[in-house]
């Protein structure tokens, strides 16, 4: 269904970009052939550059192997390109082709959903009535480009501070100066449904996150936490909340089975059909306790608890004291990488092929399923591989720069 969608409007933009070259060069000239550029007399409409002269669907095609830096790069080219660039059915194509494939996504960064649920095809987002050398163009009911590029990780990166020169004498400095390490509370179904446990992985892994001790302050029937040391120089404490015990998750493991859950308890549910949960006790002690959360959602395929989820994921931000400005870092967990051969590197960020199917939930996906973007809080859904734990030090410098760290890119 997906790979119909994709070539439907893979057609839609082709047509769409054809009209407007008719309307550009309507005489329809061929392409310039050798190196020689033809005499062209005054007063006479140069011929078109060979770039320019390719058909249409050749067009298309080199847009689709670009990054969208390099789309951009090649609307500044001539008057030509930045029209044809600002195709809205061009980005959209691009949108529903590579937001799947994101690795990460924001409170700030999550495109509107009902992009794709408008029309496939509008007359209001026709290039028929643009034309060279105007600044104005017919408005589309959406703007896919800034979506698109407000999304795209490769993006994102360009906007994001670099490290000063005088960083590191600051970082010296700031070691010396003793501050209380911001605490955060790790739940959901990943930490427990997962073939790999990421808490184990992340308590042996020194070479991504050291062990720094365990603090002496102490939850009633929750403990102390485990201390960690991000870049050899933040510390921040995680306190983790297993809905079951060891035991009854290696029997939910062994046979997949309905078990209690310790942290919530239901309290039925609302007006729209929609479960309602309060934390139990030692749950409420913590979230008021916590600077953040971390919740670990499994990103394999088929599982998913949907309302449930988000229902818990609302309780233990109400009992959280200033529960608007608590960051909430989602951990979209898988047990082992994607197998090598469906993977590629694009630039800056690594990419599934398009051509060949995720074993994954994707990030936005995720953040629909979880109600994220219906949050007055800060959230941000990370890709992670409980194996190797791929993604998670973004998810935690992202965390860490809620709570006031400095974080810079080396």
Request: proline share 8%; net charge negative; hydrophobic share 35%.
């Amino acid at each position: 269904m997906a790979g119909t969608t994709q070539q439907l409007l893979e057609t839609v933009v082709i047509r769409s970009l054809r009209r407007f070259r008719d309307i550009y060069f309507p005489n329809n000239r061929e392409v310039v052939k050798g190196d020689v550029p033809p005499v062209v007399d005054k007063g006479e409409e140069p011929p078109p550059a060979f770039l320019d002269s390719l058909p249409v669907d050749v067009q298309f095609l080199i847009m689709t192997f670009l990054s969208p830096a390099d789309i951009c790069r090649l609307g500044a080219s001539s008057c030509y390109w930045r029209a044809l660039v600002r195709d809205p059915l061009l980005w959209r194509y691009l949108l529903y082709r590579d937001m799947p494939y994101w690795p990460s996504i924001d409170h700030v960064t999550m495109p509107q959903l009902e992009l794709m649920d408008a029309p496939l095809i509008n007359k209001d987002e026709s290039l028929d009535d643009r034309e060279e050398g105007e600044d104005k163009r017919m408005e589309s009911k959406f703007d896919y480009m800034s979506e698109y590029l407000k999304g795209c990780p490769s993006s994102r990166q360009q906007w994001l501070p670099t490290r000063p020169s005088y960083s590191v004498v600051t970082s010296f400095f700031q070691s010396l100066v003793s501050t209380s390490e911001p605490r955060y509370a790790m739940i959901g179904p990943g930490m427990e449904q997962l073939d790999i446990s990421l808490v184990t992985r992340l308590m042996n892994a020194p070479d991504v996150l050291p062990v720094s001790g365990t603090p002496h302050r102490q939850i009633n029937g929750i403990g102390s936490g485990i201390s960690y040391m991000f870049n050899n120089q933040y510390k921040f404490n995680i306190l983790t909340l297993y809905s079951t015990n060891r035991a009854e998750r290696e029997r939910a493991r062994a046979q997949p089975q309905s078990v209690s859950n310790k942290l919530f308890t239901s309290e039925g549910t609302d007006e729209s059909g929609h479960p309602i949960y309060s934390p139990a006790p030692q749950v409420q002690q913590v979230c008021q306790v916590v600077d953040g959360f971390i919740y670990v959602a499994n990103a394999e395929p088929g599982r998913g608890e949907g309302d449930s989820e988000e229902a818990q994921i609302r309780a233990v931000l109400c009992s959280a004291r200033a529960p608007d400005s608590r960051p909430l870092l989602v951990l979209s967990c898988v047990s082992r990488e994607e197998p090598e051969a469906v993977r590629r590197t694009s630039q800056q960020q690594t990419i599934t092929s398009r051509n060949g199917a995720r074993s994954r939930t994707p990030c936005v996906d995720m953040a629909k399923r979880l109600g994220l973007p219906k949050l007055a809080n800060p959230w941000m859904v990370q890709d992670t591989v409980a194996e190797s734990l791929s993604g998670l030090l973004e998810g935690i410098s992202w965390l860490l720069g809620c709570s006031g760290a400095k974080l810079y890119d080396s």
